[in-house]
T-cell receptor, first 114, second 113 residues
Framework: NAGVMQNPRHLVRRRGQEARLRCSPMKGHSHVYWYRQLPEEGLKFMVYLQKENIIDESGMPKERFSAEFPKEGPSILRIQQVVRGDSAAYFC????????????FGSGTQLSVL | GNSVTQMEGPVTLSEEAFLTINCTYTATGYPSLFWYVQYPGEGLQLLLKATKADDKGSNKGFEATYRKETTSFHLEKGSVQVSDSAVYFCALPAGGGSEKLVFGKGTKLTVNP
């Protein structure tokens, strides 16, 4: 009964490269959320997706960031042309019925931009 | 939208001490309230929740009561252990039809033997 799986656990990129972060939600969960955690700060919402649909992307930077949750396969958070300020822990969470229900979090991907 | 203000840390306690971490919220209506815990190197996990006013959520010796009069949801534990060392986050749904959760900044707790 696997939980939310995120990979890679650690990702190192040089400035200007692309970063792809993957998230497989818990079995049976169709709601996926991405959050970013910067040092000494709380979790900041980025995007909320359901299968094949972006429901709320109000927390996503307007440029370089995109997310998808295809019909088959994991959800992907993609950051193009990374900059040092993108260095953070990125967490994925899933739920069965949305925010008023329990969110299950993955262990996160620590992105380091050199 | 809804928001939450959480006591800033860090908090350092000795084993068996009493713990309180303050959390106050601003919300339209009476949304569910949550405490999440993040152990070192891990993702967040739900610690407890309360779904309506005067509800008390409890788990692993931790408690929090949903108080609408003071718009608070303070986390308490009567006797902390070293294994409780973690970061604690208060959270609630953002409201306005949004399905996202809004989190406080987190309070880092260190319990010394």
């Amino acid at each position: 009964n696997a939980g939310v799986m995120q990979n890679p656990r650690h990702l190192v990129r040089r400035r200007g490269q692309e970063a792809r972060l993957r998230c497989s939600p818990m079995k049976g969960h169709s709601h996926v959320y991405w959050y970013r955690q910067l040092p000494e700060e709380g979790l900041k919402f980025m995007v909320y997706l359901q299968k094949e649909n972006i429901i709320d992307e109000s927390g996503m930077p307007k440029e370089r960031f995109s997310a998808e949750f295809p019909k088959e396969g994991p959800s992907i958070l993609r950051i193009q042309q990374v900059v040092r300020g993108d260095s953070a822990a990125y967490f994925c969470a899933s739920s069965q019925q949305g925010a008023n229900e329990k969110l299950f979090f993955g262990s996160g991907t620590q992105l380091s931009v050199l | 939208g809804n928001s939450v203000t959480q006591m800033e840390g860090p908090v350092t306690l000795s084993e068996e001490a009493f713990l309180t971490i303050n959390c106050t919220y601003t919300a339209t209506g009476y949304p569910s309230l949550f405490w999440y815990v993040q152990y070192p190197g891990e993702g967040l996990q739900l610690l407890l929740k309360a779904t309506k006013a005067d509800d008390k959520g409890s788990n692993k010796g931790f408690e929090a009561t949903y108080r609408k009069e003071t718009t608070s949801f303070h986390l308490e534990k009567g006797s902390v252990q070293v294994s409780d060392s973690a970061v604690y986050f208060c959270a609630l749904p953002a409201g306005g039809g949004s399905e996202k959760l809004v989190f406080g900044k987190g309070t880092k707790l260190t319990v010394n033997p």
